[in-house]
Each structure stands twice: as structure tokens, then as C-alpha cells.
């Protein structure tokens, strides 16, 4: 039987029979078997087999996905990773992504990860850049879906620099656009724009359909970059280019980029009044008959919807949205753009309580998303670091015999370590959002160290104020990007949406086994609280706000002040301070102001801006930051 599973999965057809592709239990028997036989057959019989399994592979890409397809998926990768020997490498790495696509097609990025990143490790190595700048790009993306932005920026960062520097033109494209869709996922709108205007002054040096498709991308999400920094003029003169570049007959073949494109520009049509046009640009679309996809009929119905909604047929419109919502739930994409869509329909209906009901909605939603993919990173954490263990440090883990070797010690420092970087990270993701330096939680956590060693707390409770302060905003990462970046004065319920982040942060750092998390946890929800007891979440007063969060609060308004927002220019030193000084008593406890004014005097007069060592530090080893200026190099190179 194991020369004749041999034979079975020889080349010589296009595609094995339907068994090897279709029952997760055959494979489950017969992985070893398989490995078994290859580890003893030629090599020719090797290359021929993998061939035809990435054949196999590559026609199931094809196929829709069922419960099936992941534990398929599985199995391959099982086989592709634990294949003896070197001498097809790049059979193994194909078969790893080919592998790692299926599942992110099954909606499990962390299980396509898993996967591409030993694909990536082996191309490194190849001498093949065509599968190196592939595999990195892939990982990339991988990253990116499970809100890992400093990882995902590095990856596609090597991506493009491997592609730029083999000349292979489509691959680099592909990465810049990735890494712009990376930068506005994580609210970092002005370097997102700037990587999708270079990809549209430099698309016509490559001639391919991919780079078509690049370019319409670009486009796109260019159009929707400005709309979610409220510049509607600007997302008009981009959408006027886009018009044009699917006008060609070339690119009506790109089904879903040119709907993403007609649903951004149709948004900022209907918002500029331009009511006309943007229904004759949906008729158009109709008209073109372009290949559906449930992707594109819930983007369609969507802008229809809005349109309708706009053109004073609200009832038809909000109908078409509310019965959307639960097919965009189903196939697990464009959630939050219909949610978006019915409270703005609702707005313009003018059932106000019935927006504000959707509001809350896309609250929770976007919460217990980010949420729930920061917990899957922390769990990843621990899992990854097991898995680096040797046997019997693992058993003594997993016994939780911590005293009883030093290896287990440095095991739960290292996870420790792993788990403050991932924080840090989503901590400046979500600082980047509305500060575009990104210092933000830094500045916030250097001012609460040093008040909390003035007040003289011991070194390790300051160190752990530290974190606390550098994670507090860590929530606003659970907002609508487009909420936190508006310049103009905010409605009620985008007050109410905008206070939910101190909860949503706690709950964020609640699952991580950080010695100092639940610290964290307890002064990102609550360091809104005011003296007075006006505060939120929870409505504290007075010493029932722990004294961490008051801390805290006094380094986080003090910084924004400083340092400006959107809604308000900066102030310098002297004002913010009167400002602090003014709220004693009703926002802040008047026994720290005083403190905290001291400290920060003394601190400006000895490092003026550029601050301490320990902070430029800080900024320095921050890996989101690292990234943001490796970006500005790279866009500086190419120009």
C-alpha cells in the first residue's frame, strides 16, 4: 500500500483523484504514509508528486470553500513543512502558500500564517527573489488581517525592496499597495496617501494587467483615504482620475476594484450633493455587467442603497441596507461599511435614535473585533513560545513548576517581554490614528514615571505607571478611524462612541499574563474619570479613581495640549499649564497638580523637547515607529 500512495501522487495527471482533495479523514490517515514513501523514492518521483500537489492545490484555489477546506488545507501543510530533504525547496515553498491562501480564504488568517512563515523562511534562503518577495508579501498580508501593523509593514517592506532590487516590477507594486492598505487600516491616512499617489506616478513603468489592477486599487483607496480625513474635495479630484482610468476598456475586468472605487466615489458624491451623478455612475455600473462575486453585489447593493436613500427614497434605501448587513455578516467583509451606510441613511432620514442605535452597533462590532484579534496575537505568543522550549522545560511550563528551573523563569520573562511589544505596538498604531508623530503614549508614560518617583512610589511600581501610561489610549484602536480624525465639532453619539475606547482598552489588556498588564487595564478604563466624579466611564470620584489613572490623566491632557490635534492647535508650556492648574479640583485630584506641574517644568528645562534618554530610547526600539520611518526612506529612495 505505501508504493502504491507513492505511485498515486506521480505526475502524469493535472490533478489527483477527488478522495486526496476531499476527505480531511484520508488525509488524516495517510500524511505519514505519504512521507513515509517520499522519504524512500527517487528523486524524480519526489519532484513529479509535489508537482502535482501544488497542481492540486492550485485548482482547489479555484473551487469555493465548504467546512472542509481548512482541514484539506491542514493536512498539505503538514506535508509541505515535514517533507525530508532540501532539493525541492521551492516545490515546498509554493505548496506552503498555495497552502496558507486556502486558509485565509477560510477566513483564518493566523492559520495561513502559520504556514507561509516557514515559506518565507526557507525563500530567504533559496536564492529564488521572485519566491521571496511572494512569500514576504503573503506573510504580509497575513500580518496585516490580524492587526499586527509593525510585522506586517516589515514584511512588505522586504517585500518590495527584494522585488525593486530583482527587477521584478508587478511583485513591488503589489507590496506598495499592500503596505499603503496596511498604513489606512491602521488610521495612518497622510502615509497612505502619500505610497498610493507614488504608485500612480510610477504604475506606467510596468505594463501588465497586475499592475492595472494595482493602479485601480491605488486609486481607490485614495479616494476613501481622504474621505476618512474629512477632505471631500480632495476625494473628489481623486475619484475624477479614477473615472477616468475605468473608462479604459482594459480595466472593466477588475470586477471588485472598480466596485470598491464607485462605492468611495459615489460616498463623497452623495456628501458633496452631487446626487445626479452618482446615481448615473451606479446605473453605468449596472450597465457594464461586470462578473459578480458576493463581494461585489453587497458593495453594489450598498452604494444603491445610499443612493436611493440620498434621492429621497429613504424607506427603499434603509431596507436595502438593513436586509445587506446580514450577508455581510455571513461572508465576514464590508460589516463596518454597512454599518457606516446605515447610520448615515439614517441621518439623512432623519430617525436620529435609529442612527444612534447603529452607532452603538458598530461599536461593539469594531471593539469585539480588535479585541478579540489582540487576545488571538497574545495567545499566539504563548503557543509560539512553548513551541521553542525543549521537552522538559515545556513539561515544567505547562506544570507551572516556575521555581523549580531558571529556564522556565526566562521562558515567562521572554513571554513577558514578547507580549509588552505587541501592547507597545497596538499602543502607537492606535496613537497614529490622530497623532501623526506617534509619541503620544510615550510622552504620556515618561511624565507618569517620573511624577510617580517624585511622589516616591518604589522603581517597580513606577516602572509599571511606565507601561500603563504608554498603553492607556490602546482602545481607540476599537473606534472608527473616520470618528477620531474629524475636525469639526463632534455630534452626541460620536461623543458616546469616542468614550467607549477606556473600556474597550481594558478589556483589550485584560487576557495578557504581562506582570504589569492588569495595571494597564485598570488605568486605560478609568483614566477618563474626574475628581469630581463627571468623568466615564464609570462615573468615579474623588480616591475611588486609582491613583495610577490619575496620574495618567494628568500626563495625557497636559500632552495634548502640547502637542496639538486636529480639533485644536497646540498651546505651549505656559497655557497647558494654567489649563492644568484651572481644573484643579474638578478634573484632576489638586493634591497631584502641583507635582506634575513641577516635574514637567524641570523636565522641559533640562531636555527641552527633545527629551530624556530613556524616552528617545523608548521611540527608538518602538518597532511601529521604526517602521513609519524605514516607509519615509523608502518613498525617499524611490523618488
Excluded at 442612527?355 to 496575537?377: D, G, K, P, S
Excluded at 482602545?475 to 469639526?488: A, E, F, R
Excluded at 485644536?568 to 502641583?594: K, S
Amino acid at each position: 500500500m505505501m508504493e502504491q500512495a507513492s505511485d498515486d501522487w506521480r505526475a502524469g495527471s493535472s490533478r489527483p483523484e477527488a478522495s486526496y482533495l476531499q476527505s480531511p479523514d484520508f488525509f488524516s490517515r495517510r500524511v505519514a504514509e505519504i512521507l513515509a514513501a517520499l522519504r524512500d523514492a527517487d528523486a524524480q518521483t519526489r519532484q513529479s508528486t509535489l508537482s502535482t500537489l501544488v497542481d492540486a492545490l492550485r485548482a482547489q484555489l479555484s473551487e469555493s470553500a465548504d467546512a472542509s477546506t481548512g482541514d484539506i488545507a491542514e493536512h498539505y501543510g503538514r506535508l509541505f513543512r515535514n517533507l525530508p530533504g532540501t532539493e525541492h525547496r521551492a516545490l515546498q515553498i509554493e505548496g506552503l502558500l498555495g497552502v496558507a491562501r486556502l486558509l485565509f480564504g477560510c477566513k483564518s488568517a493566523a492559520r495561513a500564517a502559520h504556514y507561509a512563515r516557514p515559506a518565507l523562511e526557507w525563500a530567504r534562503t533559496l536564492g529564488r527573489p521572485d519566491l521571496h518577495a511572494q512569500s514576504a508579501n503573503a506573510t504580509g498580508v497575513y500580518c496585516l488581517r490580524l492587526r499586527d501593523f509593525a510585522g506586517a509593514l516589515a514584511l512588505l517592506e522586504e517585500a518590495y525592496r527584494v522585488a525593486s532590487a530583482n527587477g521584478l516590477g508587478d511583485s513591488a507594486l503589489r507590496s506598495l499597495v499592500n503596505m499603503a492598505t496596511c498604513l489606512q487600516d491602521a488610521g495612518y491616512y497622510g502615509r497612505a496617501i502619500q505610497i498610493n499617489r507614488w504608485i500612480l506616478a510610477n504604475r506606467a513603468s510596468v505594463a501588465s494587467e497586475l499592475a492595472r489592477e494595482c493602479e485601480a486599487a491605488a486609486i481607490g483607496n485614495l479616494v476613501h483615504c481622504h474621505l476618512a480625513r474629512g477632505e471631500l474635495q480632495q476625494a473628489l479630484t481623486a475619484g475624477e482620475r479614477g473615472a477616468e482610468l475605468f473608462r479604459s476598456a482594459e480595466s472593466k475586468s477588475n470586477a471588485l476594484s472598480r466596485h470598491q472605487f464607485e462605492s468611495f466615489l459615489n460616498a463623497a458624491l452623495l456628501e458633496a450633493g452631487r446626487i445626479d451623478e452618482a446615481r448615473l455612475r451606479l446605473a453605468q455600473l449596472r450597465l457594464d455587467n461586470l462578473p459578480g462575486t458576493p463581494h461585489t453585489e453587497i458593495l453594489f447593493s450598498l452604494t444603491q442603497g445610499l443612493c436611493e436613500t440620498f434621492a429621497g427614497q429613504a424607506d427603499i434605501g434603509i431596507s436595502r441596507l438593513e436586509q445587506l448587513l446580514p450577508r455581510a455578516q455571513t461572508i465576514g467583509w464590508y460589516v463596518d461599511d454597512v454599518l457606516r451606510a446605515l447610520i448615515r441613511a439614517h441621518e439623512k432620514g432623519g430617525d436620529l435614535q435609529r442612527a444612534l442605535e447603529y452607532v452603538q452597533e458598530l461599536t461593539v462590532y469594531f471593539a469585539t473585533m480588535r479585541t478579540q484579534q489582540l487576545h488571538e496575537q497574545l495567545a499566539h505568543i504563548q503557543q509560539e513560545a512553548l513551541g521553542e522550549l525543549d521537552p522538559a522545560s515545556h513539561a515544567e511550563v505547562l506544570l507551572g513548576e516556575q521555581a523549580a528551573d531558571l529556564r522556565v523563569k526566562n521562558f515567562n520573562h521572554d513571554v513577558a517581554e514578547r507580549e509588552r511589544t505587541l501592547l507597545e505596538n497596538w499602543a502607537v498604531a492606535a496613537s497614529l490614528i490622530d497623532d501623526e508623530t506617534g509619541r503620544h503614549c510615550f510622552r504620556v508614560g515618561r511624565f507618569a514615571y517620573l511624577t510617580a518617583m517624585r511622589l516616591g512610589f518604589g522603581q517597580e511600581r513606577a516602572d509599571a505607571i511606565e507601561m500603563a501610561g504608554r498603553l492607556h489610549d490602546i482602545g481607540k484602536i476599537g473606534v472608527n478611524h473616520q470618528i477620531l480624525l474629524k475636525p469639526s465639532a463632534l455630534s452626541e453619539a460620536e461623543r458616546t462612541i469616542i468614550r467607549k475606547h477606556a473600556a474597550i482598552g481594558a478589556e483589550m489588556l485584560s487576557k495578557s499574563s504581562h506582570p504589569d498588564a492588569q495595571l494597564a487595564a485598570l488605568v486605560a478604563g478609568s483614566h477618563h474619570e474626574w475628581w469630581d466624579g463627571t468623568g466615564y466611564p464609570k462615573g468615579l470620584k474623588f480616591e475611588q479613581i486609582p491613583v495610577e489613572a490619575r496620574i495618567v490623566a494628568l500626563a495625557d491632557v497636559y500632552d495634548v495640549l502640547t502637542a496639538g490635534r486636529s480639533y485644536q492647535p497646540a498651546r505651549p508650556h505656559p497655557l497647558a499649564v494654567d489649563e492644568l492648574r484651572l481644573m484643579r479640583g474638578r478634573q484632576f485630584d489638586p493634591n497631584l497638580v502641583d507635582v506634575f506641574v513641577e516635574v514637567v517644568d524641570e523636565y522641559y528645562l533640562a531636555h527641552g523637547e527633545a527629551g530624556d534618554d530613556a524616552y528617545r530610547c523608548a521611540v527608538q526600539d518602538s518597532a511601529m515607529l521604526r517602521r513609519r520611518d524605514s516607509i519615509e526612506r523608502l518613498l525617499a529612495e524611490a523618488a
